[in-house]
């Protein structure tokens, strides 16, 4: 089984200043990691995924997560943001050949103009 | 791109009524959906995997006699909220696997539906 935890629940920050929010993952196994957005009262949009490769993954939006396999950790930054960033970040976890999601509880971005 | 197109937005049913949620793949085939319910400022809870042609598998605590899940086509699935109750109001989201790719190519997550039950 996997868990995901999003240390932060809130995370306030001034426009054009950058953001990290941070993920931490336990799992016997190896796993995908998502990160996805969600707007007020709409679904899931998907941000960035780390399958295999480069632990180094670029997203949409100017966004981009780094796997760090000895901590755990799939942290997601970006170097500045916007008011449009404005929004609550989920992180998922699936274990290789699985096809569930397990979902952090969520960050809410606060975007200060 | 994959779209799941999910209906109603929003709906609002008086208690002890039922409430249908389609989820729809556009323009692939999904023979897994998710269904997921979301309370305020939480996370999302997985309800139960839709799979095509046969019964769903629900999560440990989901009532399936009270959440109806049918999945008839590969492209789309239904919830159904029978004999609603105040208590099942919620934010309800699904997502779908596009069969056509390797596992964890990602999921299409529809826009969720808001079920006020009064």
């Known amino acids: 089984a996997q868990s995901v935890t999003q240390l932060d629940s809130q995370v306030p920050v001034f426009e054009e200043a950058p953001v990290e929010l941070r993920c931490n993952y336990s799992s016997s196994v190896s796993v995908y990691l998502f990160w996805y957005v969600q707007y007020p009262n709409q679904g899931l949009q998907l941000l960035l995924k780390?399958?295999?490769?480069?632990?180094l993954v670029k997203g949409i939006n100017g966004f981009e997560a780094e796997f760090n396999k000895s901590q755990t950790s799939f942290h997601l930054r970006k170097p500045s943001v916007h008011i449009s960033d404005t929004a609550e970040y989920f992180c998922?976890?699936?274990?290789?050949?699985?096809?569930?999601?397990?979902f952090g509880k969520g960050t809410k971005l606060s975007v200060i103009p | 791109g994959a779209v799941v197109s999910q209906h109603p937005s929003r709906v609002i049913c008086k208690s002890g009524t039922s409430v249908k949620i389609e989820c729809r793949s556009l323009d692939f085939q999904a023979t897994t959906m998710f269904w997921y319910r979301q309370f305020p400022k939480q996370s999302l809870m997985l309800m139960a995997t839709?799979?095509?042609?046969?019964?769903?598998?629900?999560e440990q605590g989901v009532e399936k006699d009270k959440f109806l899940i049918n999945h008839a086509s590969l492209t789309l699935s239904t919830l159904t909220v029978t004999s609603a109750h105040p208590e099942d109001s919620s934010f309800y989201i699904c997502s779908a696997r596009d069969s056509g790719r390797q596992a964890n190519y990602g999921y299409t997550f529809g826009s969720g539906t808001r079920l006020t039950v009064v």
């Open positions: 839709s799979n095509e042609g046969s019964k769903a598998t629900y």
């Open positions: 780390y399958l295999s490769g480069s632990t």
């Open positions: 998922a976890v699936s274990g290789a050949g699985s096809y569930q999601l397990t």
